[in-house]
């Protein structure tokens, strides 16, 4: 196991709970490793939304299938956080996963279910991991 992990706890894992889904519902319960974080980028709907994207983190693998290739969407996790906070956001998460933030519990836990984050800001949570596939195919 990795020396660092990343878990996020959306919701109370019960019988419903799942380990792929490509809207998110049902996937109460994900660790992910800092070191696989592609990319972080924010929106605001009328709150700030920050995308946590994390590569090698799905059930399957994208490969080649023929002349094609087969995709897997980048595992990800939305974070809600207050409008207009989505920078300070970002800058603490960043810090966070490279291990520069001070942060005392070894082990990283954003815990919507108690409203507990190792960051400021964050208000809401949901993860999704992919499991449909996207064929990547030249027009020739």
């Given at each position: 196991m990795k020396t660092k992990m990343l878990i996020f706890h959306a919701s109370a894992v019960d019988s419903n709970s799942v380990t792929s889904a490509d809207d998110g519902a049902n996937l109460d319960l994900a660790a992910f490793d800092?070191?696989?974080i592609t990319s972080i980028a924010a929106e605001n709907n009328g709150s700030g939304l920050i995308y946590i994207y994390f590569a090698n983190s799905?059930?399957?693998e994208g490969g080649p299938v023929g002349s094609?290739?087969?995709?897997?969407e980048?595992?990800?996790?939305r974070l809600t956080c207050t409008s207009g906070k989505e920078i300070d956001v970002v800058k603490d998460l960043t810090a966070l996963a490279c291990g520069t933030a001070s942060y005392e519990n070894p082990v990283?836990?954003?815990?919507?279910?108690?409203?507990?984050?190792?960051?400021?800001?964050?208000?809401?949570?949901?993860?999704?991991r992919h499991n449909t596939t996207v064929t990547v195919a030249s027009d020739s």
């Open positions: 800092p070191a696989n799905n059930r399957f094609a290739t087969e995709l897997l980048q595992a990800f996790v990283v836990v954003f815990d919507a279910i108690n409203s507990v984050y190792p960051i400021n800001h964050i208000t809401g949570m949901q993860i999704r």
